[in-house]
Protein backbone atom coordinates (compact mmCIF):
# COMPACT_ATOMS: atom_id res chain seq x y z
CA UNK A 1 0.00 0.00 0.00
CA UNK A 2 1.48 2.89 -1.02
CA UNK A 3 0.52 5.30 1.96
CA UNK A 4 2.72 7.41 4.25
CA UNK A 5 1.73 6.84 8.43
CA UNK A 6 0.74 10.32 9.51
CA UNK A 7 2.95 12.57 11.09
CA UNK A 8 3.81 11.65 14.77
CA UNK A 9 3.65 8.12 14.40
CA UNK A 10 6.65 5.73 15.10
CA UNK A 11 6.08 2.82 13.50
CA UNK A 12 6.33 1.00 16.82
CA UNK A 13 2.61 1.29 17.65
CA UNK A 14 0.80 -2.63 18.81
CA UNK A 15 -0.77 -3.63 15.58
CA UNK A 16 -4.22 -5.91 16.34
CA UNK A 17 -3.59 -9.20 15.02
CA UNK A 18 -6.47 -10.46 12.61
CA UNK A 19 -7.80 -13.91 13.44
CA UNK A 20 -7.34 -16.27 10.00
CA UNK A 21 -10.89 -17.09 8.45
CA UNK A 22 -12.20 -20.35 9.46
CA UNK A 23 -11.39 -22.81 7.38
CA UNK A 24 -14.55 -25.41 7.21
CA UNK A 25 -13.47 -28.13 5.17
CA UNK A 26 -10.06 -29.98 5.55
CA UNK A 27 -9.53 -32.51 3.51
CA UNK A 28 -6.21 -35.14 2.95
CA UNK A 29 -5.34 -36.46 -0.56
CA UNK A 30 -6.28 -39.90 0.82
CA UNK A 31 -9.36 -38.70 2.08
CA UNK A 32 -10.64 -37.86 -1.01
CA UNK A 33 -14.11 -37.41 -1.87
CA UNK A 34 -15.45 -38.48 -6.10
CA UNK A 35 -14.39 -35.62 -8.41
CA UNK A 36 -17.64 -33.72 -9.98
CA UNK A 37 -17.02 -34.13 -13.59
CA UNK A 38 -18.06 -30.36 -14.75
CA UNK A 39 -16.93 -27.28 -12.37
CA UNK A 40 -20.54 -26.51 -13.03
CA UNK A 41 -21.67 -28.99 -10.75
CA UNK A 42 -19.85 -28.03 -7.94
CA UNK A 43 -22.59 -27.22 -4.79
CA UNK A 44 -21.13 -28.50 -1.82
CA UNK A 45 -17.81 -27.66 -0.05
CA UNK A 46 -16.76 -31.28 -0.63
CA UNK A 47 -17.28 -30.99 -4.63
CA UNK A 48 -15.01 -27.57 -4.76
CA UNK A 49 -12.17 -29.46 -2.57
CA UNK A 50 -12.63 -32.84 -4.91
CA UNK A 51 -12.63 -30.91 -8.29
CA UNK A 52 -10.05 -28.55 -7.42
CA UNK A 53 -7.93 -31.09 -6.46
CA UNK A 54 -8.20 -33.55 -9.64
CA UNK A 55 -7.64 -30.36 -11.56
CA UNK A 56 -4.59 -29.76 -9.60
CA UNK A 57 -3.57 -33.33 -9.97
CA UNK A 58 -3.97 -33.01 -13.69
CA UNK A 59 -1.34 -29.96 -13.79
CA UNK A 60 0.75 -31.43 -11.92
CA UNK A 61 0.82 -34.68 -14.16
CA UNK A 62 2.35 -32.65 -16.50
CA UNK A 63 6.00 -31.87 -17.13
CA UNK A 64 5.74 -28.07 -16.51
CA UNK A 65 5.21 -28.44 -12.20
CA UNK A 66 6.77 -30.05 -10.05
CA UNK A 67 4.64 -30.78 -6.72
CA UNK A 68 3.38 -33.43 -4.73
CA UNK A 69 -0.20 -33.34 -3.78
CA UNK A 70 0.34 -36.27 -0.61
CA UNK A 71 1.59 -33.27 1.28
CA UNK A 72 -1.22 -30.70 0.40
CA UNK A 73 -4.21 -30.49 2.11
CA UNK A 74 -7.26 -28.69 1.36
CA UNK A 75 -9.59 -26.31 2.78
CA UNK A 76 -12.96 -24.20 2.14
CA UNK A 77 -12.90 -20.61 4.08
CA UNK A 78 -16.42 -18.65 3.85
CA UNK A 79 -15.49 -16.22 5.85
CA UNK A 80 -12.32 -14.75 3.59
CA UNK A 81 -14.09 -11.75 1.65
CA UNK A 82 -11.44 -10.71 -0.72
CA UNK A 83 -9.03 -13.59 -1.73
CA UNK A 84 -9.90 -16.13 -3.87
CA UNK A 85 -7.54 -18.74 -2.57
CA UNK A 86 -4.09 -18.96 -0.36
CA UNK A 87 -1.78 -21.25 0.69
CA UNK A 88 -1.25 -21.24 4.21
CA UNK A 89 1.95 -22.78 5.11
CA UNK A 90 4.24 -22.90 8.20
CA UNK A 91 7.22 -20.15 8.35
CA UNK A 92 10.69 -21.52 8.51
CA UNK A 93 12.99 -19.29 9.29
CA UNK A 94 16.29 -18.83 6.69
CA UNK A 95 14.16 -19.52 3.85
CA UNK A 96 14.29 -17.42 0.29
CA UNK A 97 13.05 -18.08 -2.61
CA UNK A 98 16.06 -19.64 -4.93
CA UNK A 99 17.67 -21.19 -2.71
CA UNK A 100 16.77 -24.93 -1.99
CA UNK A 101 15.83 -26.11 1.32
CA UNK A 102 17.09 -28.88 3.23
CA UNK A 103 13.94 -30.67 4.75
CA UNK A 104 15.88 -33.02 6.10
CA UNK A 105 17.88 -30.75 8.22
CA UNK A 106 14.51 -28.44 8.60
CA UNK A 107 12.63 -31.68 10.25
CA UNK A 108 15.42 -32.62 12.33
CA UNK A 109 15.00 -29.43 14.40
CA UNK A 110 10.98 -28.63 14.06
CA UNK A 111 8.77 -29.26 16.67
CA UNK A 112 6.30 -31.28 14.78
CA UNK A 113 8.76 -32.86 11.63
CA UNK A 114 6.05 -35.12 10.26
CA UNK A 115 4.14 -31.59 9.65
CA UNK A 116 6.57 -28.83 9.05
CA UNK A 117 6.57 -30.20 5.10
CA UNK A 118 2.70 -29.69 4.91
CA UNK A 119 0.54 -26.65 3.25
CA UNK A 120 -2.66 -26.28 2.84
CA UNK A 121 -4.63 -24.61 -0.08
CA UNK A 122 -7.23 -22.84 1.16
CA UNK A 123 -10.43 -21.93 -1.51
CA UNK A 124 -12.75 -19.35 -0.84
CA UNK A 125 -16.59 -20.78 -1.31
CA UNK A 126 -18.00 -17.33 -2.57
CA UNK A 127 -14.87 -16.86 -5.07
CA UNK A 128 -15.31 -20.30 -6.95
CA UNK A 129 -19.12 -19.54 -6.49
CA UNK A 130 -18.72 -16.26 -8.30
CA UNK A 131 -15.23 -17.28 -10.99
CA UNK A 132 -15.91 -19.04 -14.36
CA UNK A 133 -13.99 -22.60 -14.94
CA UNK A 134 -11.29 -20.43 -16.79
CA UNK A 135 -10.93 -18.17 -13.94
CA UNK A 136 -11.22 -20.90 -11.09
CA UNK A 137 -8.57 -22.91 -12.96
CA UNK A 138 -6.26 -20.33 -13.62
CA UNK A 139 -6.70 -19.15 -9.41
CA UNK A 140 -5.80 -22.76 -8.87
CA UNK A 141 -2.33 -22.85 -11.04
CA UNK A 142 -1.03 -19.66 -9.38
CA UNK A 143 -1.31 -21.00 -5.79
CA UNK A 144 0.00 -24.57 -7.31
CA UNK A 145 2.83 -21.86 -8.25
CA UNK A 146 3.09 -21.39 -4.40
CA UNK A 147 2.84 -25.17 -3.71
CA UNK A 148 5.84 -25.67 -5.96
CA UNK A 149 7.93 -22.78 -4.48
CA UNK A 150 7.02 -23.68 -0.83
CA UNK A 151 8.21 -27.35 -1.64
CA UNK A 152 11.50 -26.37 -3.41
CA UNK A 153 12.41 -23.29 -1.47
CA UNK A 154 10.42 -23.56 2.07
CA UNK A 155 8.60 -20.08 1.56
CA UNK A 156 7.10 -18.57 -1.56
CA UNK A 157 6.72 -14.43 -2.88
CA UNK A 158 5.11 -12.58 -5.83
CA UNK A 159 8.69 -11.86 -7.08
CA UNK A 160 10.30 -12.18 -10.36
CA UNK A 161 10.61 -16.15 -10.50
CA UNK A 162 7.23 -16.59 -9.51
CA UNK A 163 6.70 -14.82 -12.84
CA UNK A 164 8.34 -16.74 -15.00
CA UNK A 165 6.70 -19.67 -13.37
CA UNK A 166 3.29 -17.99 -13.99
CA UNK A 167 4.02 -17.06 -17.64
CA UNK A 168 4.68 -20.89 -18.36
CA UNK A 169 1.44 -21.82 -16.85
CA UNK A 170 -0.40 -19.32 -18.30
CA UNK A 171 -1.48 -17.95 -14.86
CA UNK A 172 -2.13 -14.58 -13.01
CA UNK A 173 0.47 -13.63 -11.19
CA UNK A 174 -2.48 -11.78 -8.85
CA UNK A 175 -5.68 -13.16 -8.72
CA UNK A 176 -8.63 -10.93 -8.94
CA UNK A 177 -10.38 -9.70 -5.64
CA UNK A 178 -13.77 -10.98 -5.80
CA UNK A 179 -15.32 -8.42 -3.37
CA UNK A 180 -15.51 -4.73 -4.87
CA UNK A 181 -13.95 -2.30 -2.32
CA UNK A 182 -15.91 0.50 -1.09
CA UNK A 183 -13.22 3.03 -0.89
CA UNK A 184 -10.46 4.12 -3.01
CA UNK A 185 -8.09 6.48 -2.14
CA UNK A 186 -5.80 8.22 -5.19
CA UNK A 187 -3.02 10.58 -4.97
CA UNK A 188 -4.01 13.75 -5.36
CA UNK A 189 -1.52 14.59 -7.78
CA UNK A 190 -1.21 11.73 -10.08
CA UNK A 191 -4.17 9.91 -9.62
CA UNK A 192 -2.98 6.93 -9.16
CA UNK A 193 -4.71 4.48 -6.84
CA UNK A 194 -2.66 3.88 -3.59
CA UNK A 195 -4.97 2.19 -1.51
CA UNK A 196 -8.52 0.69 -1.06
CA UNK A 197 -10.54 -0.24 1.71
CA UNK A 198 -13.51 -2.77 2.51
CA UNK A 199 -15.24 -1.07 4.90
CA UNK A 200 -14.90 2.42 6.91
CA UNK A 201 -11.25 3.15 8.81
CA UNK A 202 -9.25 5.33 10.24
CA UNK A 203 -7.37 5.58 6.76
CA UNK A 204 -10.95 6.56 5.19
CA UNK A 205 -12.15 8.78 7.68
CA UNK A 206 -8.52 10.72 8.39
CA UNK A 207 -7.00 10.47 4.70
CA UNK A 208 -6.50 14.07 5.04
CA UNK A 209 -3.45 13.50 7.82
CA UNK A 210 -1.71 11.07 5.01
CA UNK A 211 0.32 11.58 1.80
CA UNK A 212 1.36 9.37 -1.08
CA UNK A 213 4.45 7.83 -1.41
CA UNK A 214 4.48 8.32 -4.97
CA UNK A 215 4.21 12.17 -5.18
CA UNK A 216 4.11 12.83 -1.15
CA UNK A 217 0.91 13.95 -2.31
CA UNK A 218 -2.94 14.51 -0.35
CA UNK A 219 -4.95 11.83 -0.59
CA UNK A 220 -8.52 11.68 -2.49
CA UNK A 221 -10.81 9.61 -0.94
CA UNK A 222 -13.46 8.42 -3.16
CA UNK A 223 -16.69 5.85 -2.71
CA UNK A 224 -16.87 3.21 -4.93
CA UNK A 225 -20.21 3.47 -6.76
CA UNK A 226 -23.02 1.12 -5.96
CA UNK A 227 -21.49 0.50 -2.16
Not at 87 to 92: F, G, H, L, Q
Not at 188 to 195: G, I, K, L, S, T
Request: charged content about 30%; aromatic content about 6%.
Amino acid sequence: MNVRRPAGATGTEPLKRRLPPREDTVTAEENAPPTPAAFGSVSTHEDLVAWSRGYARSVADGDELSVDLSLVDWAVSTRAKRRAAAVKRPRIPGTEVGKPIDWDSVAAAAESPETVRRCTVSLTWEAAAAFSRAEWTATLRHELIHVEQFQRYGTTDHGPTFERRAATLDAPVRCRRFATPKYRLRCADCEEVVARRYRDCKLVREHDRYRSSCCAAALRCERVRNQ
